[in-house]
């Protein structure tokens, strides 16, 4: 199973904005769907938001205005422009496959949103 790597986490205040990436290195990546996914502690993880191969994309309602998923199949990766955050956001953000595969999931990278 080919696991993906996460990056671009950090510390960041209320409003503020990161970008996170997800390289899948092995990965046949422009035939898949892929999905963003976040745990908070204590929290299930849960989807954020999906790309489909073509481009199409969908997000849960409570991220939807603020977060833009999209990605470059040239260079295998796939991008999570997050916008005014909110300290409900914190969580360890994960990317997968879309449904996402048990082999596929990766260390993750933390968010943070806080003053």
């Known amino acids: 199973q080919v696991q993906l790597v996460e990056s671009g986490g950090g510390l960041v205040q209320p409003g503020g904005s990161l970008r996170l990436s997800c390289a899948a290195p092995?990965?046949?990546?422009?035939?898949?769907?892929l999905g963003w996914y976040r745990q908070a502690p204590g929290k299930q993880r849960d989807l954020v938001a999906f790309?489909?191969?073509?481009?199409?994309?969908d997000y849960v309602d409570s991220v939807k205005g603020r977060f833009t998923i999209s990605r470059d199949n040239a260079k295998n990766t796939v991008y999570l422009q997050m916008n005014n955050l909110k300290p409900e956001d914190t969580a360890v953000y994960y990317c997968n496959t879309y449904p996402p595969r048990d082999g596929g999931w990766g260390q993750g990278t933390q968010v943070t949103v806080s003053s």
């Open positions: 092995g990965l046949i990546f422009s035939s898949y769907t």
């Open positions: 790309i489909f191969p073509y481009g199409g994309t």
